[in-house]
C-alpha cells in the first residue's frame, strides 16, 4: 500500500462487517462511505429512515455493501441490541467493528436550569446506550480474529466547561469506558480504543457554535480515513487510548486533508 493511498480506497476492510451507530450523521456518514469503499459490508444504525436511505443508496451506487437497522437510541432497551447482534450474526455472519458515531446534544443550558428528564436523556443516549450497544456485540466481536470497538468523543477539555450539562458528563464517561473496557479485554481479540476529531462543521457542533462565526470547523470527512484505520489491523497503535486526530497527524493521510 502506497503511503499516499489513502485507508478507504485500499481495502483493508475488505470481507469484515462493521457498524456504524448515528450512520446518516455528520461524521457517521463519511465514516460510513469510507468503510465501505474499503470493502466492509456496513449496518448502518440510526434514527432517521429517509437519511439512511440515502445513505444507503450512495453507498450502493458507489458500488459498496451496506444493511439498514432504523433503531432510535432513546428508546431501545438491552433486549433491542441483543436483537440487533443477534440479527447481524445470522444475515452477515460476523461483526468486525462497531463505530459509535451517535450523539445528542440540546444546546448550551446552565445546569441549574436543566430540566431532569433532558439531563437524563443526554446521559443515556451518549454513554448508557453506547455501552448496551457494545456489550450486546461483544460475544459476536470476539469470534473475529481481530476486531475493534471505536466511541467519538468530543474535546474533553472543552465539554468539561460551563453549560455543557449532560452531554460533558457523558463524553467524559465514555473516555473512562475506554479505558476500563479496555483494562478488561486487553487479552481479547477486541480492540477498544476512542476518537477526537477536530472540530467539525456538523448539526451538533452548530448548537453551540454560530455555524457562519466558527473559523476552526472542518467537513467531517476529513476524519473518514482515521475511522477506517481505527478499525481496520492499522489501528492496533491506538489500542486503549484515545487518539486525537487533527487531519494530520496520521501515518497514513485522512482523505481531503490540509495542514492547519
Not at 448496551?132 to 459476536?140: D, F, G, I, S
Not at 476529531?197 to 448548537?207: F, I, V, Y
Request: net charge negative; proline share 6%.
Amino acid at each position: 500500500m502506497s503511503a499516499a493511498t489513502p485507508l478507504a480506497d485500499a481495502g483493508v476492510l475488505d470481507r469484515r462487517v462493521m457498524l456504524v451507530s448515528g450512520a446518516h450523521g455528520g461524521l457517521g456518514q463519511a465514516a460510513s462511505l469510507a468503510c465501505a469503499r474499503a470493502g466492509a459490508t456496513v449496518v448502518l444504525l440510526g434514527r432517521k429512515v429517509p437519511k439512511l436511505n440515502r445513505l444507503y443508496d450512495r453507498i450502493v451506487a458507489d458500488g459498496g455493501h451496506a444493511l439498514l437497522y432504523p433503531l432510535d437510541l432513546e428508546g431501545a432497551s438491552p433486549d433491542d441490541y441483543a436483537e440487533l447482534a443477534q440479527r447481524i450474526g445470522d444475515e452477515l455472519g460476523r461483526l468486525d467493528g462497531v463505530l459509535h458515531c451517535a450523539a445528542t446534544f440540546r444546546g448550551l443550558t446552565p445546569l441549574l436550569h436543566t430540566d431532569p428528564a433532558a439531563f437524563a436523556r443526554a446521559l443515556h443516549v451518549n454513554l448508557t446506550a453506547p455501552w448496551w450497544l457494545t456489550q450486546a456485540c461483544l460475544p459476536l466481536l470476539m469470534q473475529a480474529s481481530d476486531a475493534a470497538v471505536v466511541f467519538a468523543l468530543n474535546d474533553l477539555a472543552q465539554v468539561r466547561q460551563a453549560y455543557w450539562g449532560g452531554y460533558g458528563v457523558a463524553q467524559h464517561g465514555l473516555s473512562a469506558l475506554v479505558a476500563i473496557l479496555h483494562a478488561e479485554l486487553a487479552n481479547s481479540p477486541v480492540r477498544v480504543s476512542g476518537l477526537q476529531p477536530g472540530p467539525m462543521r456538523t448539526g451538533l457542533r452548530a448548537m453551540a457554535f454560530v455555524e457562519e462565526d466558527d473559523q476552526v470547523a472542518r467537513e467531517p470527512a476529513l476524519y473518514a480515513d482515521a475511522c477506517v484505520q481505527l478499525l481496520s489491523p492499522a489501528g492496533s497503535v491506538h489500542r486503549g487510548t484515545v487518539w486525537k486526530a487533527d487531519g494530520v497527524a496520521s501515518p497514513f493521510p485522512v482523505l481531503g486533508a490540509r495542514p492547519t
